[in-house]
């Protein structure tokens, strides 16, 4: 029995040590990164790699892949950067305002025609709305 709890221990120290490394491997692409569009996609995904650890992180990088794409007129961006953001709320049991975000979303990966982003906001929606409904 303590090897199997030795074993998951190790297997969760692990996946957190992966998930730093890619933190700072997307770190060092933002860095370099020269396009707006390409900087708003490596915020997104930042935003969506450390949601579980640091949700207010996430809602900081996601805002700013929402500012890149606004600013640039780059509208799947920006729909991810609200996907991310009504991840946030959702995680932090704020569901009215996740959402709204995930409304925002919806309204523009219908406009872009991104199956990706709609299936991602449905999914999350669906989530939402479960757990919210009233425990009997």
């Known amino acids: 029995m303590k090897k199997i709890y ?3 221990i190790a297997a969760v120290f ?3 040590l992966h998930a730093q490394d890619e933190v700072a491997d997307l770190q060092k692409k933002l860095a370099k990164a020269t396009k707006s569009n390409e900087k708003c996609d490596i915020l997104n995904e930042l935003a969506l790699i450390v949601i579980n650890e640091d949700p ?3 809602g900081e990088y996601a805002n ?3 500012e890149l794409g606004k600013k640039n007129l780059y509208k799947d961006g920006e729909g991810f950067a609200l996907y991310n953001l009504g ?3 959702y995680y932090q ?3 009215e305002t996740g959402l709204k975000h995930l409304d925002a979303a919806e309204l523009i990966f219908k406009t872009t025609q991104n199956k990706k982003g ?3 906001v449905y999914n999350t929606k669906g989530e939402i709305l479960y757990n919210r409904r009233p425990l009997l």
Do not use: I, M, P
């Open 87 to 89: 991840n946030v709320a």
């Open 14 to 16: 692990a996946c957190s």
């Open 64 to 66: 700013q892949a929402r």
């Open 118 to 120: 709609l299936g991602y």
């Open 93 to 95: 049991d704020d569901y």
């Open 56 to 58: 207010e992180k996430a």
């Open 6 to 8: 030795l074993f998951l």
